[in-house]
């Protein structure tokens, strides 16, 4: 696997660094191990900022683009707005950038969002997606030599692996410094 939970302290480290101190989190399913590792991963990095997303800026559904939609659209009922939201998938993402655009919100002018993934359309989108990049070459190829090596020894003791990959920032389009303030 992935690390989800470095990999989202960068995320939230970035829109900290950004000047963003109003984060809002869009989730996923809450009973996701890696929808639960980036949601803690989130909250370390602001909480010991100081900048806690308030209770309303926190929305959790499937990993989809519907639940970055709807997720956008009930963050921005708060009467404070959050400037940036850090998204637990790419498709979650892409449903909050539709969001905003059709509420007239520009991204990253009004709203900075960071994805986690890097799909093959984060970079295709418009704007191009700031995201957590999944290392998913690595990973296959690990994975495929477990396989290999259990098929080729099938008496042998079969060797698990429990560690997780590193996962890196892309800064793309998607974010930029809050001049809101």
Request: aromatic letters at 4%; a neutral charge; proline letters at 6%.
């Amino acid at each position: 696997g992935v690390d989800n939970l470095e990999g989202a302290r960068s995320a939230a480290r970035l829109l900290l660094q950004l000047g963003h101190r109003r984060v809002g989190l869009l989730l996923g399913p809450p009973t996701s191990r890696d929808a639960h590792e980036r949601k803690r991963g989130y909250l370390e990095v602001l909480e010991s900022a100081g900048a806690r997303p308030r209770p309303e800026w926190i929305f959790e559904g499937a990993f989809s683009a519907d639940t970055g939609r709807a997720g956008l659209a009930a963050v921005m009922r708060s009467r404070e707005r959050p400037t940036a939201v850090c998204c637990a998938s790419d498709e979650i993402a892409f449903g909050a950038i539709d969001a905003a655009r059709a509420s007239g919100l520009r991204c990253p002018a009004d709203l900075s969002v960071v994805g986690f993934d890097d799909g093959p359309w984060a970079n295709a989108c418009s704007p191009a997606l700031t995201t957590i990049r999944q290392p998913l070459a690595d990973m296959s190829e690990r994975a495929v030599s477990l396989i290999v090596e259990a098929a080729t020894h099938p008496n042998g003791v079969v060797r698990t692996e429990t560690s997780n990959m590193s996962a890196s920032i892309v800064i793309r389009e998607s974010t930029r410094a809050n001049v809101a303030g």
